[in-house]
């Protein structure tokens, strides 16, 4: 039976030997394995690792939702069956042949033929009804055991349609019940022993938040950050928080969708109504590209209205960006503050306020550099504000003292460049002054001279 043939002459004329593990099977002798993983007596038993119970304790598997599921059917319908469906033989109270990997193909195939829909015939190119198209299938048959088996399933599960995180969370709680050690789980199902670490303490939840992971309100990455805080009184508050902060960012996108249908059904109206206006007007090519313009606007109305419908369904979901919302301003670590902060202010300063296209920040370099000044004290560990603040207030006084230092030495350089050799060129300004004021006031003379003299004795 692990050969080929033996496969063939055990299902007798119900199978068709193509070639290698490839047959032609009769679809009546196939059956889907059962739902989920179980142990029995310490022993794991195969089930369809895609369906797991969920928090209401209903089994639920991803990918089969209505949606998806239809979207599938009408492509095998209209294309046929692109990939053959993976089997195994079974002995039950009969010996017939189980989906390791294809079960939401094969449903899709059983519904079409129950509703006698007509069907892309591969064989043929033609269509048939799905019951005549799909009597036989192509199907590739391979002997092998549960763990074999489930190593298959959940590796072509997450090349196709991944099976998700709650799926995941039950294979693993499946193997460790059926004493699966790390390795095995590892090999089992194709991921690193970090994933296994995060998923073992995700278990390790209080099961408030381990029943919120269940009921998809938290997402994993979520979940391994509530499983990080140790006391259980504040890991259920910061749950609490973070699906509170999910609800608001839901009803925000709500709201902002609503704004986009408003905003986009005003412009169609707009659009068309020019549209008429310019018809009137005999401008035909006008009116054609603001009547294209309308019709653009009223399909990007009913795809906000879709995309609402499509949000309102779903529930809110707490994740890490809500996490970290609920957890507010966090302090900063070096690196990120020379990053983030140091760098860039260095950079301004380099530039002499521009940015790299050479437009000026309009920022004061004085009160920057003071900035930066307060930011490298902070990072050299310095915790006195005193301290902080004499480093800020140190960097201002030297910008002071060098900014004086300029304006002294430009006031010499003016200065130098009024006097002649010998000074008098000062006296004969107030002389020329003197003379301008004696026009213009002559009583004023004796007290303006007096002025002059004394400060040309001063000098």
């Known amino acids: 039976m692990k050969k080929p043939i ?26 889907l394995a059962k739902s989920g993983l179980s ?20 089994m639920e598997a991803r990918g089969t939702e209505s949606s998806k599921m239809e ?22 109270d009969n010996l ?35 019951s005549e198209a799909y009597e036989w299938i192509d199907c ?16 072509m599960n997450e090349t196709s349609e991944v099976i998700g995180d709650l799926a995941n969370l039950h294979v693993v709680q499946t193997l460790r019940a059926s004493g699966y050690d790390d390795q095995e789980i590892l090999k089992a199902t194709g991921k690193s022993l970090s994933w296994l670490r995060e998923t073992d303490r995700i278990m390790g939840l209080d099961d408030v938040c381990l029943d919120h992971f269940r009921n998809d309100q938290i997402t994993r ?8 805080m140790e006391n259980a009184k504040e890991r259920i508050g910061m749950l609490e928080k973070i699906v509170e902060v999910a609800r608001g960012r839901k009803e925000a996108r709500l709201k902002s969708l609503d704004q986009a249908v408003e905003k986009a059904n005003k412009e169609g109206e707009l659009a068309d109504v020019a549209a008429y206006a310019a018809g009137r007007h005999g401008d ?54 020379q990053s983030e902060y140091v760098d860039s202010i260095e950079s301004i300063i380099e530039n002499e306020g521009f940015d790299e296209e050479g437009d000026s920040l309009g920022l004061d370099l004085g009160l920057v550099s003071a900035v930066l000044g307060v930011l490298k004290a902070i990072m050299d560990g310095e915790d006195d504000l005193l301290s902080v603040l004499s480093c800020h207030c140190a960097l201002e006084i030297q910008d002071a ?32 002054n003197e003379d301008a004021d004696d026009e213009a006031n002559p009583e004023d003379e004796g007290e303006f001279r007096a002025t002059v003299l004394t400060d040309e004795d001063h000098i």
């Open 6 to 31: 033996d496969i063939a002459k055990a299902f007798g004329d119900e199978i068709v030997h193509l070639h290698g593990n490839l047959y032609r099977v009769r679809r009546s002798i196939v059956q």
């Open 39 to 58: 142990v029995e007596d310490g022993k794991l038993i195969y089930g369809n690792p895609r369906w797991f119970v969920n928090g209401e304790g209903e």
């Open 71 to 92: 979207e599938l059917k009408e492509s095998i319908q209209n294309s046929g069956l692109d990939n053959p469906i993976r089997l195994r033989p079974v002995m039950g």
């Open 96 to 130: 017939f042949l189980e989906v390791v990997n294809g079960e939401r193909r094969f449903r899709c195939i059983e519904h079409l033929c129950e509703g006698e829909d007509m069907c892309h015939d591969p064989e043929s190119g033609t269509r048939k009804k799905a």
């Open 140 to 155: 590739r048959i391979e002997v092998m055991d549960d763990k074999t088996a489930l190593g298959i399933a959940l590796k």
């Open 221 to 228: 990455k979520a979940a391994i950050q509530l499983a990080l």
């Open 284 to 337: 035909k090519e006008e009116s054609d590209r603001l009547a294209s313009k309308g019709k653009t606007a009223r399909k990007k109305a009913e795809n906000a209205r879709n995309e609402k419908g499509k949000a309102e369904a779903k529930p809110a979901k707490a994740d890490a960006r809500d996490m970290k919302k609920a957890k507010g301003p966090q302090p900063l670590a070096h690196s990120k503050i």
């Open 401 to 432: 003292d060098s900014d004086d230092e300029d304006k002294d030495s430009d006031e010499d350089k003016d200065s130098d460049e009024d006097k002649d050799s010998d000074g008098g060129e000062v006296v004969g300004e107030s002389i020329e």
